[in-house]
């Protein structure tokens, strides 16, 4: 494995095995140890041209806990906002001997572009780009959801997850649809009929337009952020009445089973599509979800990067 | 899967059993037993009593086995020990994964499960178990491994056996049986908690 682009690229055991060496990984983060040498003298690039917090913390607490040297670089203050182009920031970095990128972009396809052109020999992360995909978000996801309700079996089988909200504007609804219907699990989305992207006939999930209807029968409820940043239009009449028939309120939680959980990707808007009640409760994992994800992150770097000349040639 | 194939997926993580050339088909294979399952349980309870006697009794020893083979030696150390002394001694498993030095030189492989006793390694004796000892590289691993953990009293190393070839100034306190093997040979391990039945043989590749 080379790059990690998109979700729909890996294998059930390829994304197992990935939850699985994070897991390991993270009793290593639990213990002791906080360091390891496994990438000692890679360079690894946070090239950010969107804005994240958690995502570029994450990466680069990831990496630096595996020893590699981390270049932070973000769209504001470089000469990304001169308007060089992918291609010749590609190229820099390349000279600068990158062994990885990890691109955040607000253009669908990007990390993409940066993989599929000799630009740069390194491998590509791709941490969201767009209203595409946002695979390390999706596995570190999973990961969450197996650890406190996976049924000891290695994939997520039997269980039921509802993703609600912006699920047109959202990468993270598009990787998590592709990877927990790939380990098994059963994925409706929840939104109004103004945020279901066209196409969603062939996405390996189904649809409501009723959230109370679908609470009762779910052991994950994933609420997505309304992008307002992205919405060109006009999606729904105002906040009050969307976070009335798609907002998570106290009342709504009330109706949960009685082990599901509440998730998140963040940043959240308290208030619109989850309320600050539930989003503090004791079945929100929404700050654990961060924890694991440095840990998901290392595994990614690690299988990306841990290996050698040799790989090239296998299969 | 519906969605189509986007990108280039070239290679999936190796399992953590190395790769052994002599497993291809259509190559004759030289094998001769080195050990029995009769001889490993009786050197595997020698070298219950040789750690005992080196650190009188068990009373500050940890034991880590080094997975996978290494980590289920050391589990029966353990209960050997256990029907000597009347004592569990704690027994734990130490991956060396991450601290490899031939990262690099391999597809990546899978982190096996490292699990410390509660107790710690603190100041304790703690020996090393491993299945077969060669170039050292995995022991110096482990030993920058453990370096990360905590500062043991001793290490000590026990192997079930050593097969010489040394690349590092490294050398077992407790070895079930000294294998003269040539770089040629591999050194096959069989346990019956993973392969069903006990054995310890030497194979070569027909000329």
Partial sequence: MRHLLSIADLNKSEAISILDTAFELARVSDGA???????????????????????????????????????????????????????????????????????RHSASGAAQRLADNQWMSGSVVNAGDGTHEHPSQALLDAFTIRKHL??????????????????????????????????GAKVTLVAPPTLIPIGIENWPASVSYDFDSVIPHVDVVMMLR??????????????????????????????????????????????????????????????EQVTNGVSVRMAILYVLLAGGALEAGSN | ????????????????????????????????????????????????????????????LVLLGIPTRGAHLAARISTIIKGIEGVEVPTGTLDITLFRDDLKLRPPRAIMPTKIPTS?????????????????????????????????????????????????????????????????????????????RDEVSIEEEAK
Avoid: W
């Fill in chain 1, 33 to 103: 140890v906080k360091k390891l040498p496994t990438l000692r003298g890679r360079t690894i690039v946070n090239l950010f041209a969107e804005d994240s917090t958690r995502t570029r913390i994450s990466f680069e607490a990831a990496a630096k806990r595996l020893s590699a040297d981390v270049i932070n670089f973000s769209a504001k203050g470089s000469s990304l906002s001169k308007g060089e182009s992918l291609k010749d920031t590609a190229m820099t970095l390349q000279a600068m001997g990158a062994d990885a990128v990890v691109i």
């Fill in chain 2, 1 to 60: 899967m519906r969605y189509p194939q986007l990108g280039a997926l070239n290679a999936s993580i190796a399992p953590a059993s190395f790769n052994d050339p002599s497993r291809e088909v259509g190559k004759e294979i030289y094998m001769s037993v080195a050990l029995s399952a009769q001889d490993i349980s009786r050197a595997l309870t020698r070298i219950s009593h040789e750690i005992l006697e080196k650190n009188q009794g068990s009373t500050n």
């Fill in chain 1, 150 to 183: 996976g049924m000891g079996g290695s994939d997520l089988s039997g269980l039921s997850v509802a993703i609600v909200g912006d699920v047109l504007h959202s990468r993270v609804a598009r990787s998590n649809v592709l990877l927990l219907s790939l380990l």
């Fill in chain 2, 120 to 196: 710690g390694i603190e100041g304790k004796d703690v020996v090393l178990i491993d299945d077969v000892l060669y170039s050292g590289r995995t022991i110096r691993s482990a030993l920058d491994a453990l370096g990360e953990i905590g500062r043991p009293r001793t290490v000590q190393l026990a192997a079930l056996v050593d097969r010489g070839h040394r690349e590092l100034p490294i050398k077992a306190d407790f070895v079930g049986k000294n294998l003269p093997t040539s770089k040629a040979q591999s050194v096959k391990v069989l346990l019956s908690e993973i392969d069903g």
């Fill in chain 1, 226 to 287: 309304v992008q307002q940043e992205r919405m060109t239009d006009l999606f729904f009449p105002n906040a009050r009445e969307y976070s009335r028939y798609f907002g998570l309120n106290a009342e709504r939680m009330a109706a949960m089973n009685s082990g599901a959980i509440v998730m998140h990707p963040g940043p959240m808007n308290r208030g619109l599509e989850i309320s600050a009640e539930v989003a503090d409760s004791a079945r929100s994992v929404i700050t």
